[in-house]
């Protein structure tokens, strides 16, 4: 499926509005692009269009049960998509958006079961980054964007990681900034009601809008099991991503839970030619292992911002296991945590010893 793949600039909603009118129209007319956003670069198609949302499995080589996010630049677009928008929803929206949160509700029939998943949901994000929204805007449908990886390696959060991804398979490749958040949106189902038909929201997949954030707004929010567990054999996954070995680098990633000292010492007993290290700025400098520091302790967003490129970079550089000082699981760092314990398969080491 070679094509010729355009590499268009749009670091400027302004100044570079004529490429993204062309995009725009590439997308509107059945293409298919990868676009920034602030989360993650996306692999955008006309989300009402079942030929580009087939053109989107295909590229990325993604299986097509996995629903796909739809993604809107005015909050008018949001009802025709969905069965029923609730009041919790419009609360959510007025206060998380534009931004990286997704929200998951009954779709209307408008959406293609292509889009969904065969699901009788549809998930539904608008994206902050202003070249996203102008894209969304210029293509004049709702674009269906999976992260524009190729199935099964880090989501991209540089053009250039799209390129080395998808060049001649898909119609476009926006030029853009790196994504300031780096792990991908926040996944909120709203689709369950208890007895009294009082909705119970449901944390899919953790981001940078937190669960803290989430409880504060809306009371209780139950964090599905997938987000830090992994499922058993045959468990259903409520959020279809959650199924597959996600995330992944070619390297053999282990999480190592504990203070700096048994980290230390671990990784001197046990590292091996080949080995790297992803740690915290206060962990350096690591003798035993070529390391990269992914921030602070205590700085989860800087540690979302680097996960992906660092895993990529290490891939490059041929990295055999990579040892990741394991982040907090509180605020953003329980999405960096949930990232990295797919990427791990859920191998995490519990270091014992005192120190920090
Ligand atoms: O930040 C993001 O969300 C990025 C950017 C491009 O917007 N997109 C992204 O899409 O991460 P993707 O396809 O890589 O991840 C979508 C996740 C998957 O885990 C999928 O299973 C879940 O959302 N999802 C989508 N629609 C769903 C639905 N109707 N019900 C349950 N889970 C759904
Ligand atoms: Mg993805």
Redesign the pocket.
């Known amino acids: 499926m070679e094509k010729e793949t355009l590499l268009l600039p749009a670091f400027d909603p302004v100044e570079d509005g004529e490429t993204i009118a062309l995009a725009g129209r590439i997308l509107r007319e059945g293409g298919i692009a990868a676009?920034p956003?602030e989360?993650?670069?996306?692999?955008?198609g006309n989300a009402l269009d079942p030929e580009a949302t087939k053109k989107i499995y295909a590229a990325k080589g993604r299986p097509s049960d996995?629903?796909?996010?739809v993604?809107i630049a005015e909050l008018a677009e949001w009802s025709p998509l969905v069965a029923e928008l609730p009041e919790e929803a419009l609360v959510l929206a007025k206060r998380y958006w534009p931004g990286?949160l997704?929200i998951?509700l009954p779709?209307s029939p408008l959406v293609p079961d292509s889009t969904?998943?065969g699901?009788p949901?549809?998930?539904v994000?608008m994206?902050e980054n202003p070249v996203a929204l102008a894209v969304i805007r210029a293509a004049g449908v709702p674009l269906a964007?999976?992260?524009?990886n190729r199935s099964g390696s880090p989501?991209p959060t540089t053009w250039q990681h799209c390129a080395d991804d998808l060049m001649g398979r898909v119609e476009a490749i926006l030029q853009s900034a790196d994504c300031q958040?780096g792990?991908?949106?926040t996944?909120l189902?709203l689709?369950q009601r208890d007895m009294d038909g009082k909705i119970l929201p449901r944390l899919?997949?953790p981001?940078a809008v937190t669960l803290e954030q989430l409880r504060e707004t809306l009371g209780e929010v139950l964090v599905d099991r997938g987000v830090l567990e992994q499922l058993e054999a045959g468990e259903k996954?409520?959020?279809?991503?959650?199924k597959y070995k996600?995330y992944a680098p070619a390297a053999e990633v282990i999480l190592l839970e504990g203070g700096t000292l048994p980290y230390r010492a671990w990784l001197r007993e046990h590292a091996q030619p080949g080995d790297w290290a992803i740690c915290f700025e206060e962990d350096l400098p690591l003798e035993a292992v070529p390391a990269r520091s992914y921030g602070r302790k205590a700085d989860h967003a800087a540690q979302a911002q680097k996960l992906f490129l660092l895993l990529r970079e290490l891939d490059r550089l041929e990295a055999k296991r990579i040892f990741v000082h394991s982040p907090q699981r509180d605020g953003v760092g329980l999405a960096v945590y949930n990232r990295l314990a797919r990427a791990a398969a859920f191998r995490v080491v519990e270091l014992s010893g005192a120190g920090e």
């Open positions: 676009i956003t989360t993650v670069y996306g692999l955008a996995n629903p796909l996010i993604h990286p997704t998951i779709k969904s998943g699901l949901t549809v998930a994000r994206p964007a999976p992260s524009a989501s958040v792990v991908e949106s996944v189902s689709c899919l997949r981001g996954a409520l959020s279809p991503g959650m996600h």
